[in-house]
């Protein structure tokens, strides 16, 4: 496709084996590149070339595999992200998990395009990763610390203060907690790989932190003034459209996806909070009474990023909940003591755990328990208890008690209470939903049910469907998600944050995605062969997924209360997604992709996209 390797590339991989203590390092292949991109791609190519498809997400075999894009460091708005890639514990398939912070710039300096752990350690021990090459340090110091005290350890062992960059799993990940995540402190804002049990694949390696220290490479462009003109001039735009985000960060959704009937709560048994309980969660309330700064990924003009204080919970600096992480853990308990759950957040983010999994899961213990169908003498299962909750948080990370149970997931506990219990579960392919409504946003419905990951909202995102856009009928969905699956999957090889290319760049693929990635790499791609990188990213994870017997038509479906109870009350009264309705759209979903009556990508449809064929 192409003789050389554009210079915004660092242009190598590089191979730690922790057994051994041994790195390699593997040039880029100009091929790779142009078809797959960065990030993401290389992320799922090395998890599909190095995983056996038999081999489990615990299992030596499975690796870690930290990836950049050709953007990052370049003027490019806020590629300040980086990607793992992994078997993911909790769905047995391909999983990436995104963050920001300043450790994926960090990484680029590097030259490495690429980190992946291989194997596991004897002992606990973390990685540092330099121009150099990877070296392994014991870290037995660390065990049982939390993520924040992990983070300043490494840079302080390793004496070079921030330009060490850390991402760090907690107690949760030692404990192979299924949904424990990473956190990494960056100077200004932490940045979280949040989910799938990228904290738990870590500490199945025993390693418990990566370290990055800062390099001499930097990313050169094709053409720059021409590239430095066009992300200029999408700054007023990109600022218009993220005012929301600046003010409040995300936790601003709260009051109008609830005053649109779309945020569960008690467990999703209904989708609307009183108006009383949802504005002491919101945003405005945490703004004006607990926000004490506000932080930013490196590089980004946005600054959604918030520290709040709550001195009555000895808070001083804590990362503000996220919006996904208050439908967790407020609205889907019933809990509005907003102290209380920002003090559960801060517990799950320094135990390392993933605050959507984790909320969602204890909200369907707590319907189960409420049902009778979990029977468990633990005094914290009660819809409402605030208190509890800051326990349940301790208990799971530590796997004590009703948290060991906690700690599997709700599908998995599920499993363990039996077959009535399915009728609560609220997530797909074992990984629970975050906080956009199956059922009154038929966008979601489909997306989620063919999503690679899950219950992710970072495959079919939901932005264009508050704005009204395939919500409310079925008309064109199958295809709406699938192409935003291709704008997923291409943001994440590029990489860029969701919230700046949904503001300032555009919510699908276009002409200005196309410009920029040909005035940076020297290309000449259209806009339909750009989509095209996304679609051979998306369907290349899907391959992964078919070869390890998680992906197909039984497994392309939603649970029970979304197909069979509509929305009780509320402005989304009614609203559900009936299984003729799914399985209309999955038919006309799996024909727009080319993939067979049982959702296997055709072998004409992966030669069409240069993919392995069988």
């Known amino acids: 496709m192409t003789d050389d390797l554009p210079p915004a590339y660092g242009g190598e991989i590089l191979h730690v084996h922790l057994d051994t203590g041994k790195t390699e390092r593997e040039p880029i292949e100009p091929d790779d590149a142009r078809r797959l991109l ?51 514990p909790m769905t047995n398939g391909f999983f990436d998990s995104t963050f920001g912070g300043s450790f994926p710039q960090a990484q680029k300096t590097t030259g490495f395009d690429v980190v992946a752990l291989h194997g596991r350690t004897e002992e606990l021990s973390y990685v540092v990763v330099d121009e150099e090459g990877a070296r392994i340090e014991e870290a037995e110091g660390f065990a049982g610390e939390e993520t924040y005290a992990t983070c300043e350890g490494v840079r302080e062992a390793e004496g070079v203060g921030h330009s060490t960059h850390v991402i760090a799993a907690g107690p949760a990940g030692e404990n192979l907690v299924r949904y424990a995540c990473l956190l990494h402190q960056g100077r200004d804002r932490e940045g979280v790989a949040g989910r799938g049990g990228a904290g738990a694949v870590m500490g199945s390696k025993n390693v418990k932190a990566l370290a990055v220290r800062e390099g001499s490479f930097e990313p050169e462009v094709a053409s720059e003034s021409e590239f430095r003109e066009l992300t200029t001039g999408q700054m007023g735009r990109l600022m218009d459209e993220t005012q929301m985000l600046q003010t409040h960060g995300t936790a601003g959704l709260v009051n109008p996806i609830n005053e649109m009937g779309k945020l569960g709560t008690r467990n999703n048994q209904s989708e609307q909070a009183d108006e009383a309980d949802a504005e002491a969660v919101s945003g405005e309330t945490l ?60 517990l799950c983010d320094r135990l390392g755990m993933d605050t959507i999994s984790w909320g969602v899961t204890v909200a369907f213990a707590r319907e189960c328990h409420e049902k009778g169908l979990l029977t468990d003498d633990s005094p914290h299962l009660e ?49 629970e939903f975050a906080a956009h409504s199956p059922r009154g946003l038929k966008g979601m419905s489909i997306g989620y049910a063919t999503s690679n990951r899950g219950g992710s909202h970072h495959d079919t995102r939901p932005t264009r469907q508050y704005r009204g856009e395939y919500d409310e009928g079925t008309e064109g969905t199958a295809e709406f998600a699938a192409r935003s699956q291709h704008f997923t999957a291409l943001g994440d090889s ?18 200005n995605y196309r410009d920029a990635v040909n005035l940076a790499l020297g290309w000449e791609l259209s806009v339909d062969e750009l989509e095209e990188i996304g679609e051979r990213v998306y369907t290349l994870e899907r391959l992964i997924n078919v070869e390890r017997g998680v992906a197909g038509r039984e497994t392309d479906t939603l649970p029970q209360r979304v ?44 030669s069409r996209l240069d993919l392995p064929t069988a």
């Open 38 to 88: 960065g990030g993401n791609g290389f992320a799922a190519k090395l998890v599909h070339d190095h995983v056996p498809s038999d081999a489990g997400p615990f299992d030596v075999e499975n690796i870690l595999a930290f990836a950049v894009g050709p953007m990052t460091a370049t003027p490019f708005q806020s590629t300040s992200r980086g990607v793992v890639g992994f078997v993911s």
């Open 494 to 511: 590029l990489t860029q944050c969701r919230f700046v290319s949904e503001g300032g760049w555009g919510v699908h693929v276009n002409e």
């Open 287 to 346: 703004k004006e009474e607990y926000v004490t700064e506000d932080t930013t990924c490196a590089a980004c003009a946005v600054r959604c990023g918030k520290h709040v204080s709550v001195e009555a919970e000895g808070i001083t600096r804590a990362k503000i909940p996220e919006f996904e992480s208050l439908f967790a853990t407020t609205t889907m308990q019933e809990v509005y003591d907003i102290e209380r759950v920002m003090k559960a957040n801060d």
């Open 563 to 606: 197909t069979h109870e509509p929305i009780p009350d509320g402005p989304s009264e009614g609203m559900y997604c009936p299984p003729e309705e799914l399985a209309a759209m999955r038919e006309e979903y799996y024909a727009f992709r080319g993939w067979d009556e049982e959702g296997r990508p055709t072998q004409e449809t992966l």
């Open 383 to 431: 819809f409402g208890d605030a208190d509890g909750l800051v326990e349940l948080a301790r208990e799971t990370a530590h796997r004590e008690g009703i948290g060991d149970a906690l700690a599997e997931g709700s599908s998995r506990l599920s499993e363990e209470l039996g077959e009535e219990s399915e009728a609560f579960v609220h997530g797909r392919m074992g990984l």
